[in-house]
């Protein structure tokens, strides 16, 4: 099976990480399956316009089971450069910041017969207002996303073993990521020994040793697909504080360590508190466990796409 993403080329590193890691894990997961990529070059509308001729280009001269879009305005794109049969994939974003965007996405979706929707969350499911939508999050590689010694991995980056440590798991200028409200959740507890880090210019292979140095993981996100940082803490055994966005609640379940906070001040940081008096008493979640059962590992995420792509193929 021969498969194409088109997805913005755009990031610092080309092809944004979470779309490589699906592309590799269905190649590593899934024999005799190929994927190859065509990264949208431009930012804005003007910018996905010029890639359509190139794209088509590309489709006349090349033979594809599945193109699979990822974001919608990869999918539009895909769309006017006549690619089928499409699969397409939306993010937190496409449905949460922009209304205008969710009715383009269902015009084009019924216009150009998109095969399959494939949505991150029951949450953004239910905004979108689609019924023929997938829920399937990014899998998590639980071999690279592991438990490590904590103390070594303070000793690694330079954090001082005597203090409380707080990872924010994102570039605070992103707005939606709500920075201001970690930061003013963790002044008002007033403790000296707290420190507060967060992901800016750390590379994706240096992710698991920020985790697994952190006490805590805070995400006070005001809208999110299914947040790969809080599986990726999660595949660590981290204890976390998070907003309730996206899919938390199920991620969380019922587990000890996790707690879901409110969009307040004070709500965040009496969270805070009760993540520390976890680790007091315990020094781990169970977060690893919960991602196995609910079925969040790229394994199981990687059979549940190709699955679509031969539902795809045998309807064709």
């Not at 590799?24 to 005799?32: A, G, T, V």
């Not at 798991?169 to 880090?197: C, F, M, T, W």
Request: proline fraction near 3%; aromatic fraction near 12%; charged fraction near 25%.
């Amino acid at each position: 099976m021969k498969v194409l993403f088109v997805c913005s080329g755009n990031s610092k590193h080309g092809i944004s990480t979470i779309i490589k890691k699906q592309a590799l894990s269905l190649e590593k997961h899934i024999k005799d399956l190929k994927i190859d990529y065509f990264g949208i070059q431009g930012k804005g509308i003007i910018g996905y316009l010029r890639n359509i001729k190139p794209l088509k280009n590309l489709l006349k001269n090349n033979s594809y089971d599945i193109i699979h879009a990822h974001y919608s305005f990869s999918a539009f794109c895909a769309s006017l450069a006549g690619a089928k049969p499409l699969a397409v994939t939306l993010m937190g974003s496409d449905v949460k910041a922009n209304f205008f965007n969710k009715y383009l996405i269902k015009f084009f979706a019924f216009f150009y017969q998109w095969q399959h929707l494939i949505v991150q969350s029951e949450d953004m499911k239910k905004t979108l207002g689609m019924r023929k939508v997938h829920v399937i999050p990014n899998g998590i590689d639980l071999h690279i996303f592991v438990p490590m010694d904590k103390k070594k991995c303070q000793k690694q980056l330079g954090w001082d073993e005597w203090k409380k440590h707080i990872l924010f798991p994102a570039n605070p200028i992103r707005y939606e990521k709500n920075y201001v409200l970690a930061l003013q959740s963790i002044k008002s507890l007033g403790d000296i020994n707290l420190e507060l880090h967060y992901f800016e210019n750390v590379s994706h292979s240096e992710t698991p040793l920020w985790y697994n140095a952190a006490d805590v993981i805070l995400l006070t996100s005001l809208w999110e697909g299914s947040p790969n940082v809080i599986k990726e803490a999660m595949a660590c055994n981290k204890s976390i504080v998070a907003t309730n966005v996206g899919d938390i609640e199920l991620l969380f379940g019922k587990e000890d360590g996790f707690y879901i906070t409110k969009f307040n001040v004070k709500d965040c940081a009496e969270n805070i508190k009760q993540a520390f008096v976890f680790l007091h008493n315990k020094t781990n979640t169970k977060g690893r466990d919960r991602l196995i059962a609910i079925r969040q590992d790229d394994v199981s995420i990687a059979k549940r796409i190709y699955n679509l792509y031969d539902n795809i193929i045998n309807k064709s």
